[in-house]
């Protein structure tokens, strides 16, 4: 009896646990499932997170790091605009990048709000939801 459960536990890890890897919920369908993707509600298969808060940069417009996007980012924004530093771009993949119109308009989006969804971190400061 013994060796019988053991050998069907050993035969689902070696055929049947694959098929369940692949199941877990991945909402932005990048590949990356939810509970270790970096930005769970944007495709971002390179997982980039210049600043390394563990937040993804599709995620991530909170550059003061104060867990809300508010007019200190927005001054650092500003300085950025134009420049090509990573940390402002929010476009795959990255780097290259030139910091415009687009970044500002993800940044005007996020403004006032959160950082996130990350599964990486959820709950901290860097990526609190």
């Known amino acids: 009896m013994r060796l019988t459960v053991f050998a069907a536990m050993f035969a689902f890890l070696l055929w049947g646990a694959p098929?369940?890897?692949g199941s877990a919920p991945d909402f932005d369908g990048d590949g990356i499932s939810d509970g270790i993707d970096n930005c769970s509600t944007a495709g971002n298969t390179d997982q980039d997170d210049t600043d390394g808060d563990d937040c993804g940069n599709l995620c991530?417009?909170?550059?003061?790091?104060?867990g809300v996007v508010g007019?200190?980012?927005y001054?650092?924004?500003g300085v950025?605009?134009?420049g090509s530093d990573s940390l402002y771009c929010h476009t795959e993949p990255n780097p290259p990048c030139s910091v415009g119109l687009d970044d500002f308009g993800f940044f005007g989006a996020a403004f006032?709000?959160?950082p996130g969804p990350s599964g990486t971190?959820?709950?901290t400061t860097a990526c609190p939801l």
Do not use: C, E, N, V
Request: glycine residues 24%; proline residues 4%; charged residues 15%.
């Open 71 to 73: 007019l200190g980012d």
């Open 60 to 66: 991530d417009a909170d550059y003061d790091q104060s």
């Open 75 to 77: 001054g650092l924004f």
């Open 19 to 21: 098929a369940f890897a």
């Open 121 to 123: 971190t959820p709950g």
């Open 80 to 82: 950025a605009f134009g």
């Open 112 to 114: 006032g709000g959160a």
